[in-house]
């Protein structure tokens, strides 16, 4: 079987958006993900501010990431967000994904997005679907 970081590796290099978004991996264990991005300006929105999905996309990079982690293919089936501060440019965005409940086939995950201060700006919630193919 492989390990969260073999799994993560074959995941980042496929992943061409999480690319873009400048995802860099801090740390990963079974069901466990940390991950961190820089705001840029092709991330703003009208107002200024970070558009949401980039949050929300930096979420669910980390939800895809610990939920993959233990080596079941697992897909997303139910996601949330809850914007709690605005998120500007050069803000520097981690993401931090635990696993909350696991059974056969679905999993309950919690991502708490904060900034360099340290800030909570977002939770995310995740349910995903665990498949018995393996990685």
Known sequence: MKTPEEIVNIMLKNDAFSQWLGVELLEIKLGFCRLK???????????????????YSLADSALAFASNSKGNLSV?????????????????????????????????YRVEIKNQANLLVAVFNGTVHISQKLW
Do not use: P, Q, Y
């Open 37 to 55: 991005a820089k705001i840029t300006a092709e991330m703003l929105n009208g107002f200024s501010i970070a558009h949401g999905g980039i949050s």
């Open 76 to 108: 997303s089936i139910e996601t949330s967000i809850s914007h709690l501060k605005k998120v500007s440019e050069n803000d520097e965005l981690t993401a931090t994904c635990i696993e909350i409940n696991r059974g056969k086939t679905i999993g309950l």
